[in-house]
Every structure is written in C-alpha cells, then in structure tokens.
C-alpha cells in the first residue's frame, strides 16, 4: 500500500512540475495537490512501519516546487492586451477584398443541370 501512494505521488508530482513550466501552469495544481495527498499517506503509512525513505521527501519537494512555480507565475505574469485598432482594419481590408473577389466573379457561363 505504501509503494503504491509512493508511485501515485511521484508521478502526480513530476505531472504536476511539468505542467508548472508550461504557459496553462493553473491547470499544476490539481496534481500538486494530489500528489501532496499521495505523499503525506505514504508518509503516514512509512512512519507507521519505521522506514521513511528518502523517495517520499524527494516527492514531497517536487510537488512543493511545482506548487511555488505555478503561484509565482499566477501572481507575477500578467497577459498584456495588443492594439485591436490593427486587427479590425486588417479585418476591414479583408471583407473588401472578399467583397471585390465575388463581385469579379463570371457566373453567367455556369450551368448547373
């Protein structure tokens, strides 16, 4: 029962430092929680027997760090909003184009049978 809390927590946790780096780290937090809960059971089952291995800390700290890593980016980054005067004259631009592309179209020499 301990191996498996041990395995369940570091992948949680190595899941969860990957998803940490990524641009979407808010979705690091669900397995940084998970993989918090794997350890501190697997902890609690290990103390019970006498042996703590070092696997256990080791997990622990990898979902701490991915917990810090994804409040710093969550409190520090902030998304920076562009000037849409440019995209809605390239969209202005776009629709005459279209409009100027249908008008030169020749549809007296279709026939449709």
């Known amino acids: 029962m301990k191996r498996l809390f041990t395995i369940l927590g570091m992948i949680a946790a190595i899941l969860a430092v990957i998803l940490s780096v990524l641009p979407l780290s808010n979705l690091a937090i669900f397995p940084a929680v998970a993989a918090l809960l794997f350890v501190l059971i697997a902890f609690y089952l ?6 703590i ?5 080791f997990t622990f700290l990898l979902a701490i760090i ?3 890593i994804t409040t710093y980016k969550a409190l520090f980054n902030t998304s920076k909003v562009t000037n849409n005067q440019e995209l809605k004259e390239k969209e202005a631009s776009s629709k ?18």
């Open 96 to 113: 005459k184009e279209a409009i100027k592309e249908l008008e030169d179209l020749d549809l007296d020499d279709i026939s449709i049978e």
């Open 53 to 57: 291995k070092k696997i256990i800390q």
């Open 46 to 51: 290990s103390k019970k027997s006498g042996q």
């Open 66 to 68: 991915s917990l810090a």
